[in-house]
């Protein structure tokens, strides 16, 4: 567990405006940390508010919002009651998400921000910078946290479970989490790599299989949103590995323990369609996001898949 800014990896940037701050003690009182999941946005604000609560002694209060309910307007009107309530001392909040502030939630805290209570401070994370109120983010020091390189994921990854830096598994992991450690660690000790895999095996399935049965398939994929925004980044690096396996670039591949099924798949597909599926991919993602229809979507998705696949 990270007790201290000295301790987190790979967000060099905002960790070293973070620690001027507190070594010219002139720290902000509102900050925000945004980017995507597992970059250690939620770490780095623990972290923070650690050194905070050091310095301000032991009657200072740490409190987190977190969950994935909406904050409303009632929890910004207990927020400010306990931050006023604090006789010494500081008062630091840890507010995950702050997307999910509702509109009035949003407005009422926006008047905290603009006449904060003294000695209180103020640690957003947010992955949808744009979900948040204009005027909010002006009141708040932004600093974006950015993905990791590859090879720094799989050194970091390699040094946490004692494994070479070229071993096979890190060096999948460390592609397949797109700069994140968080992510990391949830694919080397969880289940995502199964997980992937039994995407993966529905993907292969697809070329081979009636319209009726890719239908199906689709009417049966389980309806979770944020789910499926996660799956169809697996169903973009696939059809990208396939892109590269005909092609035979050197590129390394997302899935190289399927080679072999990546170059016998690759060939029912013409460049051309595997660019027009990797295109809808992309959009099929934003419509979801968008709240689009999820079982309309994924079905013209995969059926477009079956009508690529030259069988």
């Known amino acids: 567990m990270v007790e201290t800014l000295d301790h987190v990896v790979g967000q060099a940037v905002p960790v070293s405006i973070l620690k001027r701050a507190l070594s010219t003690n002139r720290v902000g009182h509102a900050y925000l940390f945004s980017g995507a999941e597992g970059l250690g946005k939620e770490t780095v604000a623990r972290a923070m508010a650690s050194e905070l609560k050091r310095r301000g002694g032991p009657l200072s209060e740490i409190h987190i919002l977190d969950g994935d309910e909406t904050i409303r307007i009632d929890d910004i009107r207990e927020l400010h009651r306990k931050a006023a309530l604090v006789p010494s001392g500081f008062s630091i909040w840890i507010i995950l998400e702050a997307k999910r502030m509702h509109v009035e939630a949003s407005n009422a805290f926006l008047k905290i921000l603009e006449e904060p209570p003294a000695g209180t401070y103020f640690l957003l994370t947010t992955t949808q ?183």
């Open 129 to 311: 910078v744009q979900a948040l109120l204009p005027t909010i983010l002006s009141r708040c020091q932004h600093l974006p946290f950015r993905r990791m390189a590859e090879k720094d994921v799989a050194k970091w990854l390699a040094n946490k479970v004692g494994r070479s830096e070229d071993d096979e598994r890190v060096q999948s992991i460390a592609r397949l989490a797109h700069g994140s450690l968080g992510k990391a660690w949830a694919y080397w000790e969880g289940t995502l790599l199964e997980e992937r895999d039994a995407v993966l095996s529905k993907l292969m399935e697809v070329p081979k299989s009636s319209y009726a049965q890719v239908l199906g398939l689709s009417q049966n994929w389980p309806e979770d949103r944020k789910k499926i925004t996660e799956e169809l980044q697996l169903f973009l690096e696939w059809f990208r590995d396939l892109l590269i396996v005909k092609n035979e670039i050197a590129l390394p591949l997302y899935n190289p323990s399927y080679r072999q099924e990546l170059s016998e798949i690759s060939a029912l597909y013409t460049n051309q369609d595997l660019v027009r599926i990797m295109e809808q991919i992309m959009e099929t993602e934003k419509a979801i996001a968008g709240n689009g229809r999820i079982r309309f979507y994924l079905g013209y998705l995969l059926l477009l898949m079956k009508k690529g696949a030259l069988t």
